[in-house]
């Protein structure tokens, strides 16, 4: 019997060693990693939260279905997209996304409160699904103002290499009074891509334009004549923002009734399926882009 508690007392101060030995070196590991190396952790993780994107899911996207999916056939809030003027360009340059105000064409129907619930609910489910570094809502937006500026600073910026600075170049040509190496400098500066934005610095503008509204009836969504429908439609302008370019348009519209298993007691309404489409749609141009 004392054999056996010995040998059982052996075993439980081998373990004991072994557990501290184990704690011991890992202190030891962090104790040897210098303080350099953790201030390059600390910022590299501030980076990544101030980047606000994340784009590597997007190589196994989907586009979603706005009328048969489990989501709209469960909690209604369908939505249709037609598009008007194709898209061009890469969107994976764009890493801004500016979100104008809706535009009411439908008169008094739709309020200012409204409008911004609109906007607020793009916004927030943009910054959710982290497509780009900055989501920013606007006030307005004029293409012309900035195809204007566009053309103003192409036109003062130099196109063309002149003889003068062809020979300031030279390797062996004799420093140049103060005004020619201003010039010179200048055209290194501007070049030929004078007046265009880095593609990083790229930033897409959506100007919204409500063209039909109904906010719906729950009680009247209850009553099996299908009345009380929530409906929404907008027109997507996609401009380019330091150009004025139209990228693209589109007509999204978004609609929720009683048809769905829910019924009235959807919390989706036609807002939902709107917001649902717009985000589909730029997502799949960035994923295809970024493919």
Do not use: C
């Amino acid at each position: 019997m004392q054999v056996s508690n010995i040998k059982m007392t052996k075993r439980i101060k081998q373990v004991l060693f072994l557990l501290i030995a184990i704690a011991f070196s890992a202190r030891a590991a962090s104790a040897r990693q210098s303080p350099s190396d953790q201030l390059k952790q600390g910022a590299l993780g501030s980076v990544a939260v101030a980047r606000g994107e994340n784009r590597e899911s997007l190589k196994r996207y989907k586009g979603e279905n706005g009328i048969l999916s489990a989501k709209t056939v469960i909690f209604g809030g369908e939505f249709r997209v037609t598009t008007v003027i194709p898209f061009k360009g890469n969107f994976a340059e764009y890493h801004h996304l500016e979100i104008a105000k809706p535009i009411s064409l439908v008169g008094k129907g739709l309020t200012s409160d409204e409008a911004s619930r609109q906007v607020a609910k793009f916004k927030s489910q943009f910054e959710s699904r982290r497509l780009f570094e900055m989501v920013a809502v606007i006030d307005a937006y004029d293409p012309a103002t900035a195809s204007q500026l566009q053309q103003q600073s192409s036109a003062n910026a130099p196109s063309e290499k002149s003889d003068d600075v062809d020979r300031g170049e030279a390797l062996d040509a004799p420093i140049g009074s103060f005004d020619a190496l201003v010039a010179r400098d200048k055209h290194r500066t501007f070049g030929e891509d004078a007046g265009q934005q880095p593609a990083a610095d790229k930033t897409l503008v959506v100007v919204i334009e409500v063209i039909d509204y109904a906010k719906g009836s729950r009680w009247k969504q209850a009553l099996p004549l299908d009345l009380g429908k929530s409906i929404l439609t907008v027109r997507m302008r996609y401009y380019q923002k330091s150009t004025g370019e139209e990228v693209g348009r589109q007509i999204i519209s978004g609609q929720s009734d009683g048809s769905s298993l829910l019924g009235p007691l959807s919390p989706r309404d036609g807002l939902s399926g709107v917001a649902d489409g717009f985000i589909d749609q730029v997502t799949r141009r960035v994923a295809a882009s970024e493919k």
